[in-house]
């Protein structure tokens, strides 16, 4: 008879089964609910089939002592406020006070576990002032009357010795790779009051195949196991189990591993119904995003990071997030474009309320700005209460259909998660929202959430998980040397002496080696249908196998099933597939245009990129980096010379400056622009400002000394000023940074630069990927232009870089007969160039008209370093098939 068998007949008469864990009893009850059906039973009494940890907690209820016990939050909490008040000012306070508390919790539970006192031994310092931690927390619970975790087995038992609980004459105990002192004790108490108690093994013998498998790495081991599973699947088996010893830490790369191989449509599934394929994975409750936004909401604070502001405005869990999906899109895409790296939420409120189709969400963050002023300390119950309460007036979870997996989370958050704060009251003074808030997210990271459903065919768990399961195949991962036996770490705050004689967990080589005999003796006879496997490297590393895998048959291999991601998939497919060449969208049907000459100029350097920016819209986010964004500083230098030549006009003025004149006019109007730019823009520290400002007042200096002053006499007639200009069938708005009169009314067109990769000679390019100067230059026949320049404003390059009419009307600028490019153009006079212009601008504009749309860069180089829209052309990946056309 095997040990199921023997279980549910034992439980048939009234026996009560301790597991080792909450799965293995459940699994339990499912078999005797199963083996009742088939006997053909409609009602049957409930089997005494439960977890060891779930009957001590029964008991203590039955006791009417429920209420004393401290779960495993509280103990924490108490643990930490221990070691805080007794380290603070002292160097213990640089400890990380949480892993500290969770090493002390651990070495006071196995004390208690074995019932052992560190009086007597030679202690380190370290352990001297965890006795004194240990003993405060004595006292504290015996003041309370607070029942600890460690303490049960020893009250439970002590109840069954006196009479208090009833005895149970029949006691099996299930799934304990080692009896824990606890577990003697009970034995020892059962037996001796005259009932049976036995620890019932789980091994047997099996006579199926074992394998053992050599993966490359980690990675290739999970995707074999994945494929290995989908090849039984496929075959209708309906119990496969994955054992992996270090669950927690690979799970996300398991789930998406095995989603990929087995169940690759749910890869791209737009909600949790759409996957047909689930595993008995649980992580914690905070990685789901209902219960992630709403630690996010709750913690907003006075300033955002742009990170921040965008989750406000894309989440779907605030109130009127689908009724203003897009707008709110549209305005995260806008604050974007400011390039800051932090809001203030007032300044965002104010943003908002200048957009009526945004109503909602003002209503929303007036209600987070109200829930920040209260700040007062309070006793966490209540912050729960307030937290509740905080959420449900912001509109969480927001107002679409949750899905099924969302429901049940927030379930979680409120009976555990909440209810966990609640339960910190007796524990705790009052404290502030900041305190709350933390002690919420770590409650919330330690809650493990799964989705709660049928068990599937394939269940995945970890290595003390699965005590007590078999399956028809089992497949055990990840058996390196260093897993099995693992490397024992004996607990800092107890002598490694003592644990060594008490043989406690994890103390000593012998005692892993032990425990892990134990483990693989038991996964032997999980199943008929085994497969041990290991990896033989980690990145650099060679690894070897556990010493402890048992002797396979060399020339057994697992089954894989072909490779079913979507990626291997379309790799596989042979067909060739078809080609369609679409590089004309719809023809133009308006004149006037948003882009200004930045239109054309996309449109000389890519037509696709000038028909996603201009005619679809379509643009990257902008990004922030530390500091003044390089754009904002650009902005800040034109507009710091557009103010100085707005009130000097003419160069005469600026000469008739001395030195000190001229710099308290630079400083002013420097000040003035940095004012002026930031009046609707948050501004940056002081400090940042600071440094902005003499960076601008020392680079207008240079620009005007070593450029402007040492030029031929000039006058400005425009600085900054909007203009219309006619180009083939478009009107393109563009602004132009300054233009100059000369002494014979000569007219010279600037614009300001401050980059490093300037050439004159891209004026006479084929496509003009410069086109700003010669649009204004070809515009005005009355008033055209007598040269173009650019204005290079950047330390110790201070220049122009430009064409003239005539030599000698800008400095050293070259006229058109010094540049090889435009006789190689057959372009040699002034006039010939403005055709040339003229034409070049006319061309780009009717592209653009036409619908013209090819992806086709002018340089690979210059052209796509800096796009944004390389991840929709693709124009830097290799091509799939020779002969593939350069522009599609």
């Given amino acids: 008879m095997g040990y199921q ?17 909450k799965r293995l009893s459940r699994y339990l009850q499912s078999r005797f609910d199963q083996q009742m059906q088939a006997a053909g039973k409609n009602v049957w009494p409930t089997p005494q089939i439960v977890s060891y940890e779930g009957w001590l907690n029964r008991c203590l209820d039955d006791l009417g002592e429920g209420w004393q016990l401290l ?77 600890d975790q460690g303490d049960l087995p020893r009250r439970i038992c002590s109840a069954l010795e006196n009479g208090q609980l009833d005895l149970p004459q029949q006691v099996f105990l299930v799934g304990f790779d080692q009896l824990s002192p606890g577990l003697m004790l009970l034995m020892e108490t059962v037996r001796r009051k005259g009932g049976q108690c036995d620890e019932l093994p789980l091994q047997s013998e099996r006579v199926g195949p074992m394998t053992c498998y050599a993966a490359r790495d980690s990675s290739h081991e999970i995707e074999s196991a994945a494929r290995w599973t989908r090849y039984l699947l496929d075959q209708g088996e309906e119990s496969i189990g994955i054992v992996v010893p270090d669950l927690q830490m690979r799970r996300s790369q398991i789930e998406r591993i095995f989603r990929d191989q087995i169940d690759p449509a749910a890869t791209i599934a737009l909600h949790d119904e759409d996957v047909v394929f689930s595993l008995s994975l649980g992580g914690p409750l905070t990685e789901q995003g209902v219960v992630h936004a709403a630690l996010e909401f709750l913690g907003t604070g006075r300033q955002l990071t742009l990170d921040q502001t965008s989750f406000l405005l894309r989440s779907p869990y605030l109130g009127g997030a689908k009724q203003e999906a897009d707008c709110r899109a549209l305005f995260d895409q806008n604050i974007r474009s400011f390039r800051q790296s932090k809001f203030k939420l007032s300044r965002l409120v104010s943003l908002l309320e200048e957009r009526s189709e945004l109503d909602v969400l003002v209503q929303v963050f007036d209600k987070i700005q109200l829930n920040q002023k209260t700040d007062d300390r309070v006793l966490p119950g209540v912050w729960a209460s307030r937290f509740a309460d905080e959420l449900h007036s912001i509109g969480w979870p927001g107002d679409r259909v949750l899905a099924s997996s969302e429901y049940q989370a927030i379930k979680v958050w409120q009976e555990k998660a909440l209810s966990a704060l609640v339960a910190l009251d007796p524990l705790l003074p ?52 260093t897993v099995l036996p693992g490397r024992p770490q004996p607990n800092p705050f107890i002598p490694l002496k003592l644990q060594q004689d008490h043989d406690m967990p994890h103390a000593s080589a012998a005692r892993e080696l032990q425990f892990a005999e134990q483990v693989i003796a038991r996964l032997k006879s999980a199943s008929d249908d085994i497969v041990f496997s290991y990896p033989l490297r980690d990145g650099d590393c060679d690894l070897r196998p556990s010493p402890l895998i048992p002797v396979c048959d060399p020339d057994a291999y697992p089954e894989l099933a072909d490779y079913q991601d979507l990626s291997s998939l379309l790799q596989s497919h042979h067909d060739r597939l078809e080609s369609l060449a679409d590089r004309r969208g719809p023809k133009l049907d308006k004149e006037v245009v948003e882009g200004g000459t930045g239109l054309l100029k996309d449109q000389a350097h890519c037509p696709f990129r000038a028909f996603l920016h201009h005619r679809l819209q379509a643009r990257s986010l902008a990004e922030t980096a530390p500091g003044i964004a390089p754009m904002a500083r650009g902005d800040l230098l034109h507009l710091a010379l557009e103010k100085i030549w707005q009130k000097l006009r003419t160069q005469n003025q600026l000469l008739a400056l001395n030195g000190l004149e001229r710099n308290q006019l630079i400083e002013t109007q420097v000040t003035a622009a940095l004012d002026s730019y930031f009046a609707r823009r948050a501004a940056p520290s002081e400090q940042l400002l600071q440094l902005e400002s003499e960076r601008l007042v020392i680079l207008v200096q240079e620009w005007l000394e070593d450029v402007e002053i040492k030029r031929d006499y000039f006058q400005v007639l425009e600085t900054e000023q909007q203009h219309v200009e006619t180009i083939g069938a478009l009107k393109i708005s563009m602004q132009v940074d300054r233009i100059d009169q000369l002494k014979e009314g000569q007219r010279i067109v600037i614009d300001y630069k401050t980059g490093t990769d300037l050439h004159a000679e891209e004026f006479f390019s ?4 410069e086109p700003q100067l010669p649009i204004y230059a070809v515009a005005d026949s009355e008033a055209a232009a007598d040269g173009i320049a650019f204005a290079k404003v950047r330390r110790g390059e201070c220049r122009f870089l430009g064409v003239v009419k005539e030599k000698g009307l800008l400095g050293r600028v070259g006229e058109l007969s010094s540049y090889a490019q435009a006789e190689e153009s057959g372009i040699t006079s002034w006039d010939q160039l403005l055709v040339f212009w003229r034409q070049q601008l ?17 340089d690979r180089k210059k052209s796509c370093q800096y796009c944004d829209l390389t991840g929709i052309c693709r124009v830097q990946e290799p091509r799939a098939e020779s002969g593939a056309d350069d522009d599609c």
Wanted: charged share 20%; aromatic share 8%; hydrophobic share 40%.
């Fill in 5 to 21: 068998q023997k279980i549910i007949s034992a439980a048939v008469q009234g026996a009560l089964v301790l597991t080792a864990n």
């Fill in 766 to 769: 084929q496509l003009l990927i």
């Fill in 71 to 147: 779960n495993p939050v509280q103990q924490q909490c108490l643990w930490e406020q221990q070691i805080e008040d007794s380290s603070r000012g002292t160097a213990l306070e640089l400890l990380q006070l949480s892993k500290t508390a969770e090493k002390a919790l651990q070495a006071h539970r196995l004390l208690n576990e074995y019932d052992l006192s560190l009086d007597g031994w030679q202690l380190t310092e370290d352990q001297q002032v965890f006795r004194s931690w240990r003993q405060h927390y004595q006292t504290q619970c015996q003041q309370h009357e607070w029942v």
């Fill in 430 to 481: 009052p404290i502030n929202r900041q305190r709350a808030l933390n002690l919420l997210r770590r409650i919330s990271q330690d809650i493990e959430f799964q989705i709660e459903g049928p068990t599937g065919s394939v269940q995945v768990i970890g290595l003390l998980e699965s005590s007590g399961l078999d399956f028809q195949h089992l497949w055990v991962m990840g058996l390196g040397e």
């Fill in 842 to 858: 006319n061309q780009l504009a009717e592209d653009f008209v036409a619908g013209e749309a090819s992806v086709k860069p002018y």
